[in-house]
Nanobody, 120 residues
Framework: QVQVVESGGGLVQPGGSLRLSCAAS????????MGWYRQVPGTERELVAD???????NYADSVKGRFTISRDNAKNTVYLQMNSLKPEDTAVYYC??????????????WGQGTQVTVSS
């Protein structure tokens, strides 16, 4: 019912920047929270940052001051601007949306993930 598509990953040198985008589409009445998570193989998926419909943001301590999350409610899109990237930021980044569908069901949906690799 709800599709989530990420883009913007890639290979970047330490200290560099990347911008991830995530667009949600489908049977959407409203989106409550949009978030970015990341996962390294063999570890649990962790929250990187999320943002409410009222633009209240929340960040993992490890990315505070370096990453910025924002959203465009008209486009059902969330962004993650990542600056001063470190090798330990290397992971698959996943987008998650908390949605009220048009038939008034509340669901969460995940994207397929986008690889971010920070390496010289």
């Amino acid at each position: 019912q709800v599709q989530v598509v990420e883009s913007g990953g890639g290979l970047v040198q330490p200290g560099g920047s990347l911008r991830l985008s995530c667009a949600a589409s489908g049977s959407i009445f409203t989106i409550y929270v949009m978030g970015w998570y990341r996962q390294v193989p063999g570890t649990e998926r962790e929250l990187v940052a999320d943002i409410t419909s009222g633009s209240i943001t929340n960040y993992a301590d490890s990315v505070k001051g370096r990453f910025t999350i924002s959203r465009d409610n008209a486009k059902n899109t969330v962004y993650l601007q990542m600056n001063s990237l470190k090798p330990e930021d290397t992971a698959v980044y996943y987008c998650n949306v908390d949605v009220l569908t048009r038939n008034l069901r509340r669901i969460t949906s995940w994207g397929q993930g986008t690889q971010v690799t920070v390496s010289s």
